[in-house]
Nanobody
Framework: QVQFVESGGGLVQPGGSLRLSCAASGFIFSGSVMAWYRQAPGKQRELVATINKFVSTTYADSVKGRFRISRDNAKNTVYLQMNSLKPEDTAVYYC?????????WGQGTQVTVSS
């Protein structure tokens, strides 16, 4: 059974930083393209960043230069380091595979950027 458990969210002031973690299970993590997504209130879920098995990364234009995705295959975990956070980064953040159509989602972790 594929599972994702996200953590690390919280309330942070503009300009602050957070590090999100996602523990994955139920599939071969090391060979998978992993991604972080986010969904803001009233908006569709959007792709934030991806990382493949060669540790090649991609980012949405809105987060380039501020966010960094990484992975630890020994721990089946993907991370998202978020710096210089802006109010528009406020959303529920989810991780999932990016090489297959997601069939299930974790509970996500709430990130709120506000003064």
């Amino acid at each position: 059974q594929v599972q994702f458990v996200e953590s690390g969210g919280g309330l942070v002031q503009p300009g602050g930083s957070l590090r999100l973690s996602c523990a994955a299970s139920g599939f071969i993590f090391s060979g998978s393209v992993m991604a972080w997504y986010r969904q803001a209130p009233g908006k569709q879920r959007e792709l934030v960043a991806t990382i493949n098995k060669f540790v090649s990364t991609t980012y949405a234009d809105s987060v380039k230069g501020r966010f960094r995705i990484s992975r630890d295959n020994a721990k089946n975990t993907v991370y998202l380091q978020m710096n210089s956070l802006k109010p528009e980064d406020t959303a529920v953040y989810y991780c999932n595979r990016a090489d297959r159509i997601p069939t299930s989602w974790g509970q996500g972790t709430q990130v709120t950027v506000s003064s």
